[in-house]
């Protein structure tokens, strides 16, 4: 068998079809010529389990090797990528088409409708910004042009355009690869940044790109000096201009459609950085705003990446009810997530599972619903810290340790559960503030039999230290991912009664 191709990747490419694409790849397939025989491998791998080679060449009643088999194999998973893109035409399949119907035209000497498709071609493709494919049918009509026809000014004017649309191109990837390297950078400072990373921040917006919005040429070009920037500001705390940059972001979307049409996924993410901007700054009008355009572009989705990325937005619909205690609402939020999650959970990452978890159960618990908190808070917590970041861990032990107290769980189970989810907390240059105050109030009023008015002093205590953990932690930038402030005056004014 061909070592080049495992059999369990044509298996693993149709149990992701959809019924309309296994129809559309049976009307495919029989208007096409030859044998059919990949039809009946079609058939033989759209089935539960591993179907096992062997079967089907016993099925078929030959003596055949097993490199023929592979060959069959692999002409079935041409057949079934080459209906996929039958059905799924792009705006990069369309200039290609152009592209190859040109190059067909003039073999056949028929340079006129050859020029006119390379034309099409060249012209859909700078309206979308696909320099690349641009600047092979521009490169294309330069070279058919001297092949044909001696027009001097032609040549000139073709390799004018070619230089610009080479500059465009070039523009374009200068900005994504700076843009990229701030990401990177992000992704291992986050923005717990010191001195020594304050440096590179600074080298990094001294860049000649950076200093001059008009420098960025193109719609792709613009995108990437506002991500750069988005990032830098949100780095260092300044979530105001962090927001602005990743507003200005969407608004690019917004007023090139074609970008939305041909890439709702990378739509979403721009959504997506837009809504959690909003948050961090504190605009929620505008989170209300970028989750009625998710909610607008649901409809319109196909691809199951982008109808689950969409899914997993429902978090920043919680998040923002949460935000503003708007419990009835998050509920039916919490419902709607409830009955889509099934169809969704499996396709999410460890970290977006555990997050949505939280949220739910926060919610739960913040509307004294403690069965249901706990059921969700099970669902975090069963695989333990290991694969998660310290903070997020501690974090996640807070809220099952409060939810059990709440829910009035037994001393010995109180005991396990601050033991289990607080063993890290000797890592104090890794935690923050916030998770220190809230392990050691824990340990010392709500693992003990504490005297009512020593239990009421320590709440009081609590909710002065985190006001001032608050202020410390947006200076270094450190998440308090929801307020507990409230469960504080709860207690506060039962025990004061």
Known sequence: MDKKENPEHLHELIRT?????????NMYSSIQGGDKL????????????????????????????ASWYSMAKNRTYNQVLNSLEDLHDDINSEITNHLTKAQILFNRELFALSFKHLNKAKNIALKNECFALAYLASEREYKDTLNTNFEQKKYISLLKEQEDILALFNNAKSYYLLAQKIYQFYLLHGTSIKAKEKIIIDQFRKNPLLLNEKLALSIEAKEYYHIAHSFLYGMVGDYSNSHLQTKKRAELYLKNAFKINNNPYSYLYVLNNALVTSVYAKKYNEVLYYL???DELRPKLKADIEKKTAFYMRNHELAYHIELHQWDKALETVKVVESELPYYEQSLNEIQRRILFVFIAFIYFSTKEYKQAIFWLNKVLYKGAPKLRLDLFCFFSIIY???????GSNRELLISIYKSGFRYISLKDKMTLFYSLMGKFMK???????PKPVLLAGF?????????????SRKENAPIYFDFKPWIGLNIEKLSK
């Not at 340790?401 to 829910?407: K, L, R």
Request: charged content about 45%; cysteine-free; hydrophobic content about 35%.
């Open 17 to 25: 079809l959809k019924k309309s694409e296994r129809r559309h790849f």
């Open 38 to 65: 990949y039809m009946k491998m079609f058939s033989f791998f759209d089935q539960e389990g591993n179907p096992d080679p062997k079967e089907f060449l016993k099925k078929e009643g030959k003596n055949k090797k």
């Open 292 to 294: 009625k355009k998710v």
């Open 401 to 407: 340790f409060i939810v059990h107290y709440e829910a």
């Open 444 to 450: 010392a009023y709500l693992l003990k039999d504490i």
């Open 460 to 472: 009081k205590q609590l909710k002065k230290d985190l006001i001032k953990a608050e202020k410390i």
